[in-house]
């Protein structure tokens, strides 16, 4: 197989590194769970491209068998994605297409990807998404916190104190605050959590798609209380989902006065306002604001 989509071309007419004849890489999302969460054409993507490239072969070896996936599959995962990136060229400038998977959900997603992805996009290489199940998604859709803005972080640090400078560093964010955690470091991701945010309101999503999916949004002490009481509840994968600070509205965000600050020292508040709205996302009328009160200051 050789192209399933002719979508993307034009952003790759300029490139001169690509042959005319280049495969293509597919970005195929797997199921997180339950074996049946994944599309049509993801599973008909995996049957015809000529290679597979999968986080952990044998992890795949199930859903390969499932849906009688016969194409041959090769291993890229953190340890040795650098290496691949040339060996996964040659194979698309062969005219080969290829299928990169995680072992679950949307791969680059806190999985591995970024490296190869973007570093094929810079040769000129069409890279096409074969959208379907990830966990951040999945989790915000029931969770019933604001969805129209939010902030997905990833796995939070392991060790204690860099999981509560990163909480102290969310304090002010209005967004809805979205965490990947493993069972080993849920309670005492939520007790540092506590401690720093204090009682927000959180949703935890456990096991989604999976025989023991739970979803529990209450404060966050009783959510450790309840994991405390059925340790059960401490099992499994994790989405934790966290309220954004609504009284944030008021005033500016710590991150956005330093950084107006800076630019006042160089630029008129105008100007200065511009500037920083760009960089913080924050509308230009508030940091304008902002910059009035202080000159009144
Ligand atoms: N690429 C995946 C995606 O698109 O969601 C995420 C991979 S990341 C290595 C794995 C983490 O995702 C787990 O530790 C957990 O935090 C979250 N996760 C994955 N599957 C999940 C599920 N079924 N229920 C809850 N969380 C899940």
Request: glycine share 6%; charged share 25%; hydrophobic share 40%.
């Amino acid at each position: 197989m050789t192209h399933l989509t002719d979508s993307n071309k034009t952003n790759f007419e300029t490139q001169q590194e690509v042959s005319a004849s280049a495969g293509v890489l597919y970005v195929v999302a797997t199921p997180i769970g339950n074996i049946e969460d994944i599309t049509y054409r993801a599973v008909k993507t995996l049957q015809q491209v000529d290679l597979i490239c999968a986080e952990d072969t044998r992890h795949s070896q199930r859903l390969m068998e499932h849906y009688a996936i016969k194409t041959p599959m090769m291993s890229l995962h953190e340890h040795n994605e650098e290496a691949r990136i040339q060996q996964i060229t040659d194979k698309l400038e062969q005219g080969k297409s290829i299928g990169l998977i995680s072992d679950a959900g949307t791969p680059l997603i806190s999985d591995p990807g970024f490296k190869l992805v973007r570093a094929l996009r810079a040769k000129g290489y069409q890279v096409s998404p074969i959208p379907g199940a990830s966990a951040i998604i999945s989790a915000l859709s029931v969770a019933g916190l604001a969805t129209d803005s939010f902030s997905f972080w990833g796995f939070l640090p392991a060790k204690s104190r860099a999981r509560q400078a990163r909480f102290q560093a969310f304090s002010e964010h209005k967004e809805t605050l979205v965490f990947y955690e493993s069972s080993h470091r849920i309670v005492d991701s939520l007790k540092d959590l506590l401690e720093v945010l204090g009682d927000r309101p959180i949703v935890i999503a456990r096991e989604l798609t999976k025989n023991f999916e739970t979803i529990i949004s209450a404060d966050t002490s009783i959510v450790i209380e309840t994991m405390l009481t059925d340790s059960n509840q401490q099992k499994g994968e994790f989405v934790l989902m966290v309220e954004g600070n609504a009284s944030a509205s008021v005033g500016l965000s710590s991150e956005a006065k330093a950084v107006m600050s800076s630019l006042l020292s160089e630029l008129p508040p105008n100007k200065a306002a511009k500037l920083a709205a760009q960089i913080t996302g924050v509308k230009k009328k508030e940091l304008y604001q902002w910059a009035l009160e202080q000159k009144d200051n």
